[in-house]
C-alpha cells in the first residue's frame, strides 16, 4: 500500500501554462505539507496544512496555492508556470499526535517548464 | 531562529569503509532530530531518530547520537555498501512539529 501518493510523477509544461499537482495520504496523519527540491537537492518547505487548516505559508509567490479538499488530500495549483519552477515537488504528511512528528514522503513530481 | 548545518558533499567512498556525515543544530529547547535518505529518483525516507539528549537512533547499519552538549547528531556507518548511495539529510522539529528543518543535504558515493 503506497502511504503517500503523488500524480502525475513528470510534468512537462510550456511557461505560461497553469497545471496542478495531486496528493494523497492513506496514514491517516492530520498534518500535510508541500516542498520544493532544487537541482542541488536543497530541499524548501512551502506550504503545511494541519486538519485542512493552512499553518505554515512560506515565501512562495501568489502563483502557487494550495487545497485540502480533505484531511487525506492537498493539491498545490500553479498559475502562470515560469521557468523558475522547474523543481521536484514533494508531497509529505505527519502525524501531531505522537512525537517526534517524523514525516512520510511522497515520490516527488519533477515539473520542467520549457 | 532554529537551523541545521551538515557537511558539504559528495562525500566519496570505497566499499566496506567508514562513513561520517556532520550535522549540528542550533535551536531552543529539545528539538527532535532525525537523519532522512533520499535514493536516486526516490522522495525522502526516514533514517533514523533521536528524541532527548543521549538518544542513540539506529537503522540499517547507520547510528547517530543525540549530543546535547555540541548541539550534534553525526550519523555514522562501521562498512557502507554500494547500495548506500544517496542523499543524505539531517533535520530538526521542535514545538508543534509542524516544521521541520532540513540540512542541505550531503551526497554520498560508495564506489565498489
Known amino acids: 500500500d503506497t502511504a503517500v501518493s503523488q500524480t502525475p510523477k513528470y510534468l512537462v509544461t510550456q511557461m505560461g501554462n497553469d497545471k496542478s499537482i495531486k496528493c494523497e495520504q492513506n496514514?491517516?496523519?492530520?498534518?500535510m505539507y508541500w516542498y520544493k527540491q532544487d537541482s542541488k537537492k536543497f530541499l524548501k518547505i512551502m506550504f503545511s496544512?494541519?486538519?485542512?487548516?493552512?499553518?505554515i505559508n512560506e515565501t512562495v509567490p501568489n502563483r502557487f496555492s494550495p487545497k485540502s479538499p480533505d484531511k487525506a488530500h492537498l493539491n498545490l495549483h500553479i498559475n502562470s508556470l515560469e521557468l523558475g519552477d522547474s523543481a521536484v515537488y514533494f508531497c509529505?504528511?505527519?502525524?501531531?499526535?505522537?512525537?517526534?512528528?517524523?514525516?512520510?514522503f511522497g515520490p516527488g513530481t519533477r515539473l520542467t517548464v520549457t | 531562529g532554529n537551523s541545521v548545518t551538515q557537511m558539504e558533499g559528495p562525500v566519496t567512498l570505497s566499499e566496506e569503509a567508514f562513513l561520517t556525515i556532520n550535522c549540528t543544530y542550533t535551536a531552543t529547547g529539545y528539538p527532535s532530530l532525525f537523519w532522512y535518505v533520499q535514493y536516486p529518483g526516490e522522495g525522502l525516507q526516514l533514517l533514523l531518530k533521536?528524541?532527548?539528549?543521549?538518544d542513540k537512533g539506529s537503522n540499517k547499519g547507520f547510528e547517530a547520537t543525540y549530543r546535547k552538549e555540541t548541539t550534534s547528531f553525526h550519523l555514522e556507518k562501521g562498512s557502507v555498501q554500494v547500495s548506500d548511495s544517496a542523499v543524505y539529510f539531517c533535520?530538526?522539529?521542535?514545538?508543534?512539529?509542524?516544521?521541520?528543518?532540513f540540512g542541505a543535504g550531503t551526497r554520498l558515493f560508495v564506489k565498489a
Open positions: 496514514l491517516g496523519h492530520d498534518t
Open positions: 533535520a530538526l522539529t521542535r514545538g508543534g512539529g509542524f516544521k521541520t528543518i
Open positions: 509529505a504528511s505527519s502525524s501531531d499526535e505522537t512525537l517526534p512528528y517524523e514525516q512520510y
Open positions: 533521536a528524541t532527548k539528549a543521549d
Open positions: 496544512y494541519n486538519n485542512k487548516e493552512l499553518i
